[in-house]
């Protein structure tokens, strides 16, 4: 018995599949980003297709080889064991073919019609002797017993095209390089028992050609489902491809909508944020201007009527006037004693609403200021943390500053006038994530739901100061549990808060 024929193998398809998926991989990958999707899978599908259908045609061929194979090598095993086993009837008493059946066995090999298609004959013993041979050579030798002996011995019939060259073949005694080597049992003793091995050899143009017609039908058929199976997968992904285009064209769309409207967005909060900056500059020069008229104005006339008034009590106490004068001067004194009050809060409201110079000054040195000046005038103490750590290099803006100025000047004040004689604090941290400032106090407090229905000016325009600035505002406050207000400020203004909502916690942070 031969070995497996080497073309036969399917060691070529898989080399040919390996050099497309090697060739497909440079290509369809750098041109993954141009092309659609469709058009990716016809660049990587088809080298992968294409080695599927070499492969399974390969297959299909081989088994319809070997199925034509078995098929001629049992016909002509029939033909082989009917002619064969009457001349062996010999064979199982005394283990040799005697000279009359080795003659006749010669005639059949030379004369018969069904021999014309064997071109060599060798007859077995089941144990590996040689009975019979048609060239005559290895006849009596024990040769080694292979896989189609073994296979004839058991009863079955072993077919397969043999490929031998060179020693190889002269050693196996095969008359061509290319031959279909048959192995068949010879029943013997009344055709129930296996005496003998019939080995022939046959010409394969008879398989060639069924073969080769077999295997050309069965390529058609396997290309031409592959063809309908890629075809019908294009469209699959051809719809698929389609769908995501127009999907992704949909949202280009919508991106390019909402860059716009987030450009238009960037516009007007650009336009809210110099619109505030411009109502804190507005505020200011308004309230430097209302101090300056305050100074100039009624604290003038107030000064000019308090002369008058001293100059006509000095006039009353002269001894040439009327004794009956000298009963005004208790009046002249308490008008006095009211103009002198006027005039002193008219220059502490003055002084107030006139802004110092903050420009040069950073924030905890902007708190520290307020807190000074407050007790200064309260002479009251306040407790005060200050914790910055911020870039000395990038101070905060002039309207930051203003802010954090006004916020804490009405917060002190509002615990003088509604908290005074309790313990107040004073909290200030500031980093690069923004500025949080809270004033605690320990007096009465006040519900903060009836502050905001009587809209009190002071926290409402506090709210407003800090929102206008993208801050946070809160008050936490309860009758007899004190207040703390407490503000978030960005490092640089964000009109509207940071997510374009104002944001104003209430008591119930408490």
């Not at 190889?168 to 013997?188: A, F, N, S, V, W």
């Not at 489902?225 to 699959?236: N, R, S």
């Not at 739901?449 to 709210?463: C, D, I, T, V």
Request: contains cysteine; glycine residues 8%; charged residues 25%.
């Amino acid at each position: 018995m031969s070995s497996p024929d080497p073309t036969q193998t399917p060691r070529p398809p898989s080399r040919s599949r390996s050099r497309l998926f090697s060739l497909s991989l440079p290509i369809s990958l750098p041109l993954s980003l141009s092309l659609s999707l469709s058009q990716q899978f016809l660049l990587v599908s088809f080298p992968v297709l294409l080695a599927s259908t070499l492969v399974i045609g390969w297959w299909v061929g081989k088994q319809v080889e070997e199925s034509v194979v078995h098929r001629i090598g049992g016909d002509t095993a029939l033909y082989v064991d009917g002619f064969i086993a009457p001349h062996l009837d010999g064979l199982h008493r005394t283990g040799q073919i005697g000279d009359a059946d080795r003659r006749a066995l010669e005639a059949l090999v030379v004369d018969a019609d069904w021999a014309r298609r064997i071109v060599s004959l060798r007859i077995w013993r089941p144990d590996g002797v040689v009975l019979f041979s048609s060239d005559g050579e290895g006849v009596g030798q024990k040769l080694e017993i292979d896989e189609g002996l073994e296979i004839a011995a058991a009863g079955s019939v072993y077919s397969e095209i043999s490929v031998r060259r060179g020693r190889r073949q002269t050693d196996h005694g095969q008359p061509l390089e290319r031959m279909i080597e048959t192995y068949t049992p010879i029943h013997t003793a009344g055709r129930g028992h296996i005496g003998a091995i019939a080995e022939f050899y046959q010409m394969p143009d008879e398989i060639d050609r069924e073969a080769g017609s077999a295997q050309r039908r069965g390529w058609l058929i396997v290309a031409g489902t592959m063809l309908a199976t890629y075809l019908l997968l294009f469209l699959i992904v051809r719809r698929g491809s389609l769908t995501i285009v127009n999907q992704r064209n949909e949202l280009r769309e919508r991106l390019m909508q909402l860059t716009a409207m987030h450009a238009q967005n960037d516009a007007l909060n650009a336009r809210v944020r110099r619109a505030a900056e411009d109502a804190i500059s507005t505020h200011e020069a308004l309230l430097q201007r209302v101090s300056a008229d305050v100074h100039d104005g009624p604290s003038q006339d107030l000064g000019f009527a308090l002369m008058q008034i001293k100059n006509l009590r000095d006039a009353q106490t002269d001894a040439a006037v009327d004794p009956t004068g000298a009963a005004l001067l208790p009046d002249l004194d308490r008008i006095s004693d009211a103009v002198q009050a006027a005039m002193r809060d008219l220059r502490a409201i003055s002084a107030d609403l006139e802004l110092p110079e903050l420009e040069a000054l950073a924030l905890d040195a902007v708190a520290a200021r307020v807190v000074r000046d407050f007790e200064a005038k309260t002479q009251g103490a306040v407790i005060v943390t200050l914790e910055t750590a911020v870039d000395p290099d990038q101070p905060a803006p002039l309207r930051i500053k203003t802010t954090l100025y006004r916020l804490l000047q009405e917060s002190l004040a509002n615990v003088f006038r509604h908290a005074r004689g309790s313990r107040c604090r004073v909290e200030l941290r500031t980093d690069a994530g923004g500025i949080r400032l809270a004033v605690d106090d320990d007096g009465p407090g006040f519900d903060p739901a009836q502050a905001r229905a009587h809209r009190r000016l002071g926290l409402s325009g506090m709210r407003q100061r800090v929102e206008s600035q993208g801050g946070t505002f809160g008050v936490t406050s309860a009758p007899g549990q004190g207040t703390r207000i407490r503000v978030d400020l960005p490092s640089t203004a964000r009109p509207g808060g940071e997510d374009g909502r104002n944001m104003t916690r209430t008591n119930d942070e408490r």
